[in-house]
């Protein structure tokens, strides 16, 4: 494992692009910015359970969802300020992630990413009949909650940096799990959970905490996005394509390291802003994205940065 | 006494695979333990280490019931074990693979600390070289190597081989048969299954022969390939039986 | 009151057994190959559109066309084995997920380029019939009819031919089959053939009872999950039970 160095670099580079934005005052750069990093974090995340752990959260995007439901509904009714409700969100969702794990954990292999694909559906059912959060309407802010931030504008220019301090910390959060005894014990559970569990891990507490802590960050993300776009609706929230779409970034970037899941992420959000840009493929998009994607699961299953890290034993410490 | 198996009885179906297995391991001694295909020994190893539930009967380490935890518990407890088919964790390097038996063994290591204790461990089984290289690129020898490395690293107080000879040449199982003694001479007990006779003869303490599930002897090794149920359930030829102890008291 | 009761009830039970055989096919997959193929929906709305198509522009009736749907399926479907899974098929649960989710993404993205997603339906009469006073569509029924002939030929094949056999055999252990002389990756290609056939064939059904787009079939593709859920793995007859109990809801 050697002495970290991929954060030496990787943090610096995040930055420079977090402050393109506001250094050219671009909005749209910020739109493309805020998504790059919305992108990362949810990459990142899901990274811990499926890279680290070798369990495929099929429906992960659950978390995103209860998160942003929970801090939607403390801004809307209680009045609370982002920052203390996102928080309340991640928790929710780690906490519900927990408490799911300790029931699906049990299903290995494809029968535990099926049921996480069920636990999507269902939430989303029940957020459609709960009248209190909106039903399938869905809630909506008043715009003078942003009063609070000093008007729309500024309050998304505080929704942009809060998304900001919450992709580095993602990502620092995420390398020092990997680098630690939980992060070993996750990795040896991925290669072989008997094996792990006679080597003594505690293999069901640590899938629990493993999933919480991939929960965590998704649900804090869907807090900051719903509280910028002012609005959430159970369709939005829990939209499976997006669970589908960060494990397509943890795939591209490759597998269990820090900087893969970044790199797809960032890989991903180029591709997609091409494709849909494109008057060529502009229709073609999915199509396109398929092929794509089946041809790095046939042909790089490692991914961007794991092909990297296989050529070259030099870059293997700079791309952990 | 730091192990005593009390009439475990484990069925699959309805096949008994274990029936009232009952013996006792001194600290410090190296008991092994034979019988023929399917006779129960990797179960019985299954029974120690807590992969499955036992239907009857209880397991007791250092004088404390065991029974009912699980095999993480009983590894933090200090019992480590090794599998007759190798289980590397494939896509983690060598010293990572050693480093978890150090980290969540009885040894209850920091990474740092696991680090160390992983080179030690491996320069002591010979696979110091290969440290960086992942486990999956091992070939068998080496990963049967790896398997006791773990199991080492995790400080335990009684180790449970299975198999680690099995597949090997003569030249890697007399250098294994080393690394065996020297284990021991660390005050490791040792529990080992074994097909190879001479070897499992030469190497322990005490043997005990299992058939269909159960312990049908138990004592020397002189004594076990002397007895005549070992003879006739196990063996089938008395010829060999002789052969065997002529070359145990060629040996000495 | 008894007929409305009646009328529900059978009309549930057909559209089960239309469920149920949606669900076979991805059961087959999933059984035999250790595949769960996220691509079943996709293949369910080429049915639908096949069937639309022969219908409108061959003038052929669905319930003849069905059997032309069932053959191209298991064509089309060993297609997609070799390209997408045969390279992935003992890699772990990951690769398979995502090789037939992209097969998805692929039939999906073509199908809304070229049909859009505008619904459509197969306009068929075929009367109806009275049963104890409640009135049921010629249609449904011979979905449900339908359903159950190819789910009995589905068994007569895996227990009474020898390629059948060979998908058993290899659906219990592998390498035990390829050792005792199957060929096991034509098995899979064709366990994985026969299960895109079969839902293309609920698909093809489907269409003559329900308006559709491309993007129906993944609601079929979730309660197919569900069914299999109920049902159990690897018994067709369990995948039938399952569709008729969801069908009852």
């Known amino acids: 494992m050697g002495k970290g160095k991929t954060l030496f670099w990787l943090i610096p580079a995040l930055l420079i692009i977090i402050l393109i934005p506001p250094v050219t005052g671009s909005v749209t750069t910020r739109e493309g910015v805020f998504l790059i990093l919305m992108y990362v974090t949810l990459a990142v995340s899901l990274n811990i359970i499926l890279g680290y752990t070798g369990y495929v959260s099929f429906g992960h995007i659950v978390f995103y969802g209860i998160g942003g439901y929970v801090a939607f509904y403390l801004m809307k009714f209680h009045g609370i300020h982002l920052i203390p409700a996102m928080i309340m969100g991640g928790i929710g969702a780690a906490i519900a992630a927990f408490a799911l794990g300790e029931a699906v954990l049990r299903l290995r292999g494809a029968f535990f990413a099926i049921a996480t694909i069920g636990v999507n559906e269902a939430v989303k059912a029940l957020v459609n009949n709960l009248n209190f959060i909106g039903g399938a309407e869905g809630l909506f802010f008043n715009f003078r909650i942003y009063n609070t931030y000093g008007g729309a504008t500024k309050a998304i220019w505080f929704s942009y940096y809060t998304m900001a301090a ?40 640590y899938k629990s905490l493993a999933y919480a802590a991939s929960a965590l960050f998704p649900g804090m993300v869907g807090a900051v996005f719903f509280f910028k776009a002012g609005n959430i609706e159970p369709h939005d929230a829990f939209h499976l394509i997006k669970s589908i779409e960060m494990i397509f970034m ?41 092929v794509i994607l089946l041809l790095i699961v046939l042909f790089m299953p490692q991914g961007i940065v794991g092909f990297i890290r296989e050529k070259s034993k030099k870059l293997r410490e700079m791309l952990e | 006494m730091i192990l005593q198996v009390e009439d475990v009885t484990k069925t699959f179906g309805g096949l008994v695979a274990l029936s009232d297995v009952a013996f006792q391991v001194e600290e410090g001694e190296i008991l092994g333990i034979i019988g023929p295909n399917g006779a129960g020994k990797t179960t019985l190893f299954n029974a120690i280490s807590g992969v499955f539930k036992i239907d009857k009967g209880r397991v007791k380490f250092q004088d404390r019931d065991i029974t009912s935890l699980p095999p993480n518990a009983r590894a933090r407890l200090g019992i480590a074990r090794t599998h007759q088919i190798v289980k590397p964790l494939n896509d983690l390097t060598v010293v990572e693979n050693v480093m978890v038996g150090a980290c969540f063994g009885k040894g209850n290591a920091s990474l740092p600390a696991a680090r160390k204790k992983a080179q030690e461990v491996l320069e002591f089984v010979g696979l110091k070289e290969k440290g960086e290289v992942l486990a999956g690129k091992l070939n068998v020898p080496e990963k049967k190597r790896l398997e006791m490395a773990r199991a080492l690293a995790s400080d335990p107080a009684i180790i449970l081989l299975d198999e680690v000879l099995a597949g090997l040449n003569p030249i890697e199982v007399s250098s294994m048969l080393k690394v065996i003694k020297a284990i021991r001479d660390k005050g490791i007990t040792i529990l080992m299954i074994e097909h190879l006779m001479h070897a499992i003869m030469n190497v322990s303490d005490r043997v005990m022969a299992l058939v269909y599930g159960r312990k049908v002897s138990e004592g020397t090794p002189g004594e076990v390939a002397n007895d005549p149920q070992v003879i006739e359930a196990y063996l089938g030829d008395p010829d060999l039986a002789l052969k065997l102890l002529k070359d145990k008291r060629r040996r000495g | 009151m008894l007929s409305a009761w009646l009328g529900a009830t059978l009309s549930g039970i057909l559209l089960g057994l239309l469920y149920g055989l949606a669900a076979i096919g991805l059961n087959l997959i999933w059984g035999v190959m250790n ?21 409108n522009y061959l003038h052929l009736s669905p319930f003849l066309g069905v059997f032309l749907v069932l053959a191209t399926g298991v064509v089309l479907g060993m297609i997609t084995y070799f390209i997408s899974l045969h390279r992935i098929i003992s890699a772990p649960e990951l690769s398979t997920l995502l090789a037939t989710y992209s097969v998805s993404l692929i039939i999906i993205g073509l199908g809304t380029f070229i049909f859009t997603t505008n619904p459509r339906a197969i306009d068929i009469t075929m009367g109806s019939v009275s049963v104890g006073g409640t009135v049921l569509p010629m249609t449904r029924i011979l979905t449900g009819a339908f359903s159950v002939i190819f789910t009995l030929w589905l068994y007569y094949f895996l227990y009474k031919t020898w390629s059948g056999k060979a998908i058993r055999a290899v659906s219990m252990n592998r390498d035990a089959a390829e050792l005792m002389g199957v060929n096991t990756t034509m098995s899979l290609a064709l366990a994985f053939g026969i299960g895109v056939a079969l839902a293309m064939t609920a698909g093809a059904l489907t269409a003559t009872i329900f308006p559709f787009t491309i993007l129906s079939g993944g609601g079929y593709e979730l309660k197919s999950f569900v069914i299999c859920v109920l049902g159990g793995l690897g018994s067709p007859l369990g995948a039938l039970l399952g569709g008729l109990i969801l069908g009852l809801i």
């Open chain 3, 35 to 55: 595949v769960i193929n996220l691509s079943h929906g996709a293949f369910i709305a080429v049915g639908m559109f096949a069937s639309y198509f022969m219908a």
């Open chain 1, 166 to 205: 919450l992709t580095i910390t993602t990502v620092i959060a995420a390398y020092l799990i990997k680098k630690s005894k939980f992060g070993l014990g996750l990795m040896a559970i991925r290669e072989d959970e008997d094996a792990a569990i006679i080597l003594g891990v505690n293999a069901k507490r």
């Open chain 1, 250 to 290: 943890v795939m591209l970037g490759g597998y269990g390291s820090v900087t893969g899941a970044v790199t797809g992420a960032l890989v991903y959000e180029r591709l997609k802003g091409f494709l849909l840009v494109n008057p060529l493929f502009k229709n073609l998009h999915m199509a396109i994205s398929g």
